[in-house]
């Protein structure tokens, strides 16, 4: 979906007007977190969102995916798999499925790690542990309690926050920002904004720990722009942050198209833009995650290959930190576990 404009702009008309119904859905999921869910027996780390939209989720769980492996943690991503047709559980096969199958996220991030798809997490969490998961990390599901989480990591974006604070539909949250901050163990706040400030300042005021990141380009990626004037393209939650961080490349975005978060592209879309880009002598460039979408899309691959996709990773700026929160919290959950199997 394409979030509306005033989600992100002072209180107005139309969000007080939706505001009774943001009350209602509000309350309901807030009611619903607090349920009880199942213990996956192994340590379970859910990295997600306080809103709907994008915030970097992706490349936080790769990050943290990384970190794990350097812990000699053995992690697989639960995912529910949005946009794909296929309820699971299944592991995401690059070589077999497209995103239409399990979904653009899950397939990008299976051409680095274990990835399973499930829209019953708790089925998830059983294909997991029969691929020898010492660790879950899951992929949203903050507000979903099917399953007990060891930790939950929130990702913010330092420019945006929480938009204008309403509930859904009358604004971006998922649910009443109070109980969520309850449920946050840390939180990541991408970029040097300070649209977040005052969420990171109640996680801190808690005694939670906020780590700093950063999306750095990968140098591939920017020495392939190098020059080069592009059209910019991008379905994902946040477009313009894509455009800003080619800008903060150093490459010269002369035309954007923003599409909806997760845009099911047609050839025709596909064929105009290239058309656009070689009217004005552009190199047509996207997102990883696009990327992955068009390449599998049906008619799609062969109009893809002048296309380049600009890779992006997340950086903390306290790797050791994170580190140390990390394993801290696995020595936790493991404990706990082992006590409640020995009662």
Known sequence: MREPAFWHRPASVRSLLLWPLGALYGAVTAI???????????PVFCVGNYHLGGAGKTPTVL???????ELDETPVVL???????????????????RAADVGDEPLM???????AVARDRVDGVALAKSRRASVILMDDGFQNPRVAKDASLIVIDSDRGIGNGFVFPAGPLRAPLSPQLGRTDALVVIGKGHASDAVAAQIAGR???????????QPASVARLAGKRVLAFAGIGD???FFRTLRASGIEV??????????????DEVAALLADAAREALTPVTTEKDLVRLGTGTGLSALTQDIVAFAVTLEF???????????ERLFRARGAKLAARAN
């Open 32 to 42: 619903r977190m607090q349920r009880g869910g199942l213990d996956a027996g192994i």
């Open 63 to 69: 990050a943290l995916a990384g970190l794990l492996r």
């Open 79 to 97: 995912s529910r798999g949005y946009g794909g047709r296929l309820h699971g559980p299944v592991m995401v096969d690059p070589a077999r499925h």
């Open 109 to 115: 991030m299976a051409q680095h790690l274990a990835v």
């Open 207 to 217: 005694g939670g720990p906020v780590f700093a990141a950063r999306l750095a380009p």
């Open 239 to 241: 477009p313009a942050r």
């Open 254 to 267: 002369v035309r954007e198209r923003a599409f909806a978060d997760h845009h099911d592209f047609t050839p």
């Open 317 to 327: 700026e306290d790797t050791g930190g994170v580190r140390k929160f990390l394993s």
